[in-house]
């Protein structure tokens, strides 16, 4: 795992800096990475976006968009088709880069400089709307590819294989109410439990920062609900942003609530004053 420096951890990345090498390049090169990966959350925030612009031909995607999410936020992000939810997360995760503006990933981590998968790379995961697991291998396997595409990525110096490994992707599975599908070939799956899965990689991972598009869409109702309660439970373990249109869904874990409107922030706060906001209701919620 990598290093994330907090507050009240202020000699992590020091210490991982001053391990006595054990005469291998090759490891003096990972601990460097280890320590040049440090997302430094100090200041409380894990996401600063400002005056992002976005054109496709001429059109205005993203408008001045500027927003902060907290390192334990649990952030909605609503508005109506095309306002620019998707291209928000296109631009967090390097895909689409913004005619102007500024990303920053933590205090330090200049996203608008950083390759797609240098950026997935230091702890931002994502998951789009259609599941994206490998349907011909288990649910057990899906959550050990994601593990072991991390340990390689990161160079980690702490990975362990073996039984902590097992135990990792067990408490994964229990995480993502997959405990009892471990042997299940993940293409047998129904929806709702892919999401949960693509989840689950994303979570074996441990990323910083979770974006999630649409995360409900095509659940059942009882998905929905389950799914509402796991990401109450991942609050305050990673900073999560979560799109999507299901107001009954939005409604049991919303905390603060972002309202995108034309690429830009419409309305921001608690869900009862967005609600009651004469132009959030015109623009979106009134349809
Ligand atoms: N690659 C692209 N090329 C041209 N136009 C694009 C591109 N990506 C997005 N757009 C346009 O930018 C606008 C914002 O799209 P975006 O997908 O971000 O909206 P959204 O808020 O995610 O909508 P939805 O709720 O329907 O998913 C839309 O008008 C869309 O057609
Ligand atoms: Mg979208």
Known sequence: MYQVVMQDEPVAAAAVDETPLAGAGGRDAA???VVSDTVDLSHGVALYVEDVMVSFDGFRALNRLSLTIGRDELRCV????????????????????????????GQSHDLLRMSEPRIADLGIGRK???PTVFEAMSVFDNIELALKAEKSARASVRWRLGHAQRERIEEV???VRLAGHAATIAGTLSHGQKQWLEIGMLL????????????VAGMTDEETMRTAELLLELEGKHAIVVVEHDMEFIAQIARTVTVLHEGSVLAEGR??????DDRVIEVYLGR
Do not use: Y
Request: no cysteine; charged share 25%; hydrophobic share 40%.
């Open 204 to 215: 074996a991972q441990d990323p910083v920062l979770l974006l999630l598009d649409e995360p």
């Open 173 to 175: 599975l229990a995480q």
């Open 31 to 33: 601990f460097g990475r």
């Open 78 to 105: 609503i508005g109506p088709n095309g306002a620019g939810k998707t291209t928000m997360m296109d631009v967090i995760t390097g895909k689409t880069r913004p005619d102007e503006g500024r990303v920053f990933f």
């Open 128 to 130: 789009f709307q259609k």
């Open 271 to 276: 869900l009862d004053d967005v609600r009651a």
